[in-house]
Structures are given as C-alpha cells and as structure tokens.
C-alpha cells in the first residue's frame, strides 16, 4: 500500500512538472505552439504573438470567465483573436465529464500541495472536517462576478493571480528573471506581496492539504467543481465511486484527501464533488479497495 | 438548520474575502482597484488587508490547532456520534 502511495506522488509530480512546462513560462509550450499556428498576420492568434507566452497573459484561465460575464460585446472578437481564451470553458466542459483532472493533475496551483509536503504538520493550519471550503468558494466566485467587476471596473482576478507568483518563482529556478511575469512593478506591488502570502504561505504550503487557495478562492476551479457536480450524477460520466461493502471504515481516504472532499460519515463516507480535485490519492490510499475513479452510477 | 446557516456563513466569509481583494487589488495597474491603479507600492491597501487576513490565519490557526482531525481520530470521532445517536 505504502508502494502504490509512492507511486501516486511520483505519477502526480510527473504529471505536475508537465503542466509547468505546457502552460508556463519560460516554456508555455501550448501558448508558443498555438501562436506558431496561427499566425499574426492572418489575425488570428495576434494577441499571443504580441503578449508573452505564459499562463496569465497569452492563456488566461480567469479574465474570460469576466469577459463572458460583462463584456459580451467584445468577448467572441476576444476568442477568436486568441483561441487560448476558450480554454478556460474547455475544462469546464470536460469537468462534466471526467471530473476536474486539470486541477489534480496538471494545474501549476499545485505546486503549493507538492511543496506543503515539505512543511511538518504540526506547523499546518488544519481545518479538514471542521470548515466546509465549497461555500466559501461559492462566496469568493459571486463576489468575483457580481461584486468586484461592476465596483472596480475589472476584476480581483489580475490582483490575485496566483500563477503569477509561481510562473515568477518556477521562471526564476531557470534564470529568467527579467519581465517574463510582468516585471518589478507587479513583483513588488502590495497586492503580489498579499498575493504571495496568501498563495504561498497561508493557504499553500503551511495549510493542511497545500491546497487552501484551491479551496477558497479559484474561481476556474470553483466552475470547474460545479460542472462536476452536475455531471457526477450521470451514470456514464467518471467520478470518484466509494464501495460500502468493502470498507473497513480505516480513513485513510479522508486524511489523504488534499482539497478536504472526503469526511467520515458513520459506517461511511461523504464524498464532497463540490471540492474533489479528481487528484485520486484516495483511491491509492484505501487499503480494501473501496474508492474508485470510474464510470457509472454513484 | 444549523447546516444551512453554516453553508450561509461560510459563503459570507468568501464574500468577505472578495471584498478584502477589492479594496486591494489596485497593486498592478491592470486589474485598476480603488485606488489609481498603477501601482507605485504605496502599499497603503496591504497595510490595510495584511493585518486582517494575519488575524483570519491566527484565528484559523487556533481554531484548527484545536479541533481538526489531527487530535481526534475520526474512528473514534464517528464512534462517539454513533453511541450519541443510539443513546
């Protein structure tokens, strides 16, 4: 058991360090090669060849989610100047499907759980079982939409890119130290210094799990867990399954659950869509064999 | 009932977190807060966001340190709440 729980991290960090390279920069390999595609000249994809390849410039997961909401009139010239834009409703479109993969398996948001292993728990803030995260993140997302674009112009989202403190620190373990994430002004403004201790330290590496930011306040992810909730209850789409006939009510699942998903219930387990990752580290660390990740009714 | 009025509460926090990120997402001229937005680091709204989200983490912390899963067993947790219930 404890092998197939190695063997978990291993696959997860690999598959972590290949989102770093695809969506990040320096490397941003899925921002260059689309930019390589469509060439400025023909109009579109000029918005990539112009902006810098990296998450929270050419291939934003957020500003689209505000676009969509109060900038209709603008927002298809938008996407069809940078298809990258659509992504964001990709994932939530595929999160129906098989669940929110992206945010357990190749977000660079989780550069913060990788790291918090590091942090001995005594040191973690742990609120698992005691504070539901699905309201608070429900609460941020309106506040997100409703609240903050309308009061100050844009939106919270540029000022709280968590990317783009960890898009600086990954730049930074290649030497890429220049305007690569938005130059000194961002890196010293008191909105990135707020930024890093929220993302980093507060709810990343000193919270249970590293994954409080995903939690509380991703609003990708957020839209991303709703869609999963809905698609969760049709039998042929995937979602994290629990077998009660094999339980020996061990646990192990919920304190092995990053984003707090799984509590104890008796004889039993809840199992919360509104914040499973799809990261399965509970299907490795169930001795009997009782969770799994497939197709079929709940 | 009292499920309800947690969900409520926790969704207030989230809106008050939001809320905290616009008094102070002015810092990087993009996102235009309430302040000019071009930040010249005044850090004016960190000194204003910085001590209450210290106060939310402390607050977070003792209440963590206090109740969560890492002193009470949840076997033993589940255990209790089942005899409760059958008492």
């Known amino acids: 058991m404890k092998a197939s729980r190695t063997m978990q991290l291993y696959k997860r960090l690999l598959f972590f360090l290949l989102g770093m390279i695809l969506f990040t920069a320096p490397f941003a390999l899925v921002a260059t090669a689309v930019g390589h595609l469509l060439p400025a000249a023909s109009g579109a994809g000029s918005a990539i060849a112009q902006s810098e390849p990296t998450i929270h410039r050419a291939m934003c997961l957020r500003m689209p989610l505000v676009w969509a909401t109060w900038e209709q009139a603008t927002f298809v010239g938008r996407i069809l100047d940078n298809p990258l834009y659509a992504l964001v409703f990709l994932l939530i479109g595929i999160s129906v499907l098989i669940g929110p993969m992206f945010c357990g398996w190749l977000c660079p948001g989780g550069m913060t759980e990788h790291l918090s292993r590091l942090v001995p728990a005594r040191f973690k803030i742990n609120l698992r079982g005691r504070l539901d995260p699905a309201p608070v993140r429900y609460g941020f997302l309106f506040g997100f939409f409703a609240v903050s674009a309308p009061f100050i112009n844009k939106s919270i989202c540029c000022g709280y890119c968590n990317w783009t403190w960890i898009e600086h620190v990954w730049s930074a373990l290649f030497f890429r130290l220049d305007g690569v994430t938005g130059g000194r002004v961002f890196a010293y403004s008191s909105s990135s210094i707020i930024t890093f201790l929220l993302t980093f330290v507060l709810l990343g590496i000193f919270m249970a799990g590293g994954r409080g930011w995903c939690n509380f306040l991703c609003p990708a992810g957020a839209l991303q867990n709703l869609a999963h909730s809905i698609g969760a209850k049709l039998p042929f789409t995937y979602k994290l399954r629990f077998d009660g006939m094999k339980c020996s009510d061990c646990y192990e699942c919920v304190n092995a659950c990053p984003t707090w998903a799984i509590a104890p219930a008796r004889n039993s387990i809840s199992i919360n869509r509104h914040t499973c990752n799809g990261c399965q580290d509970c299907v490795q660390a169930c001795p009997p064999g009782a969770l799994m990740y497939t197709r079929g009714p709940l | ?87």
């Open chain 2, 1 to 87: 009932m009292k499920h309800s009025i947690e969900k409520l509460k926790g969704f207030g926090i989230g809106l008050v977190m939001a809320g905290i990120g616009m008094i102070s997402s002015g810092g990087t001229g993009a996102a235009q807060g309430l302040c000019a937005g071009s930040c010249q680091a005044c850090y004016a709204c960190g000194v204003t966001a910085i001590p209450l989200l210290l106060w939310m983490a402390l607050k977070a912390r003792r209440r963590g340190s206090r109740l969560s899963l890492v002193n009470v067993e949840p076997r033993e947790r589940v255990a209790a709440e089942s005899l409760t219930q059958i008492s």
